[in-house]
DNA sequence: ACGCCTACCTGCTTGC
DNA sequence: TGCAAGCAGGTAGGCG
């Protein structure tokens, strides 16, 4: 399941193989994957531009196409990208296919012929558009209207993203902790292993109001999403469920602290770690370091504690844990 | 306006 | 063995 530091891999991966190079042809066999233009637009403007350079937005491939155009893939969950010599014999997941002229390749490579850039989603997921650049380098989304990633917040690891922005935002959002972290307007990048790994790290619980956290609460989580991600880069991303590297398996899932350790013993209390559903989402967290406050739930944030309380009194949500029903109490409140 | 919920997809796992 | 249901989740779009 790509976020940012397994999309930022696949686009450090991809660059080196790509960039140079020339689209002379695109293939497609299910239509939906060409988000933007139609379909025959889309391939009668890409072709012969040249792929200028490899990069990232959010948790988007951005590619940079001569003649000011640019090239997005949203791999969502299980799209991968492959670049194979022409004619190489694919399955019937690759639904969309690039011709490449190698051309010169950085470091004076020549390849010897022809060759595919493969984008491959065994669940349909994920999508690839084609847009225009302004003057100033804004990507113009649909109809040449508007920022593509207009409704995104700030990348996570950029200095321009500061703990006082961080601040600001967080005080003026309404819904929980987790919640806020996964919406992409918020922050750009994150999902759900590195919503719960840094709300671990900065020992929160998922349901906090995002907007109730003091002022060290909020430099813990500010500190705790970076560096989080920051080592995930490091380390290839996590290699998790369906989805790894193709240039080499991430390795940050043997270093994950909650994600998918349910039982397992907290590597910082050794309790064993939980899990619960929010918004349909597991969500895993120790319920002995991510303390949800008595005010929290009471006060702060009205609306948030109202909701609450409503779906307690249904015995949903936060109720139908998996196994351990005594044990089960993501509210954290439970003494040890 | 904002937050919450569902649909979109398919392969794998689980249960009968 | 076979089949169906359940599950995984990023995010657009609909709803309240």
Redesign the pocket.
């Known amino acids: ?3 940012l530091p397994e999309v930022e891999t696949m686009a450090r991966d991809l660059a080196p193989l790509v960039e140079g190079a020339t689209i002379t042809e695109a293939w497609w066999d299910w239509p ?1 994957v060409v988000r933007h233009p139609a379909p025959d637009e889309f391939a009668h403007l890409i072709r012969s531009r040249r792929i200028e350079h490899v990069g990232r937005r ?3 491939l951005v590619l940079d196409l001569s003649g000011s155009l640019a090239l997005a893939i ?1 791999v ?3 799209g991968q990208l492959f670049v194979l010599p022409a004619g190489t014999v694919h399955d ?2 690759v639904h969309l296919r690039l011709t490449l002229d190698p051309g010169p390749v950085a470091g004076g490579r020549m390849w010897t012929g022809p060759r595919w850039l493969l984008f491959r989603d ?4 994920g999508r690839v558009g084609l847009y225009r650049r302004d003057g100033s380098g804004t990507i113009l989304g649909p109809a040449d209207q508007g920022e593509l990633f207009g ?1 995104h917040g700030p990348e996570p690891l950029e200095d321009a993203f500061t703990l006082r922005e961080f601040r600001q935002r967080l005080r ?5 902790l987790k ?2 972290l ?4 918020f922050i750009a990048g994150v ?3 590195y ?1 719960d790994e840094s709300l671990w790290r900065a020992r929160l619980h998922p349901l906090r109001a ?1 907007d109730s956290l003091n002022l060290d609460q909020e430099r813990r989580l500010y500190e705790a999403i970076r560096g989080v991600m920051g080592e995930a880069i490091v380390r290839r991303g996590s290699s998790v ?2 989805y790894t590297a193709p240039e080499g398996g991430g390795e940050m899932q043997e270093h994950l602290d909650v ?2 350790r349910t039982g397992l013993p907290c590597h910082r209390c050794g309790r064993p770690i939980r899990r619960f ?1 929010l ?4 969500t895993h967290f120790c319920s002995w370091c991510q303390r949800l406050p008595l005010a929290d739930r009471t006060g702060s944030n009205r609306s ?1 504690a109202r ?1 609450a309380r409503r ?1 307690a009194r249904r015995g949903r ?1 936060w109720s139908d844990l998996e196994g351990l029903e005594a044990e089960a109490d993501p509210l954290g409140s439970r003494a040890h």
């Open positions: 399941m790509p976020e939906p959010a948790k988007w949203q969502k969950m299980t019937k997941h065994i669940r349909k997921f409704d003026r959002r309404r819904g929980r919640t806020t996964l919406d992409q307007s999902g759900n292993i919503a995002a469920d369906d994600y998918q559903e918004n349909a989402r597991g948030l909701r779906q949500n």
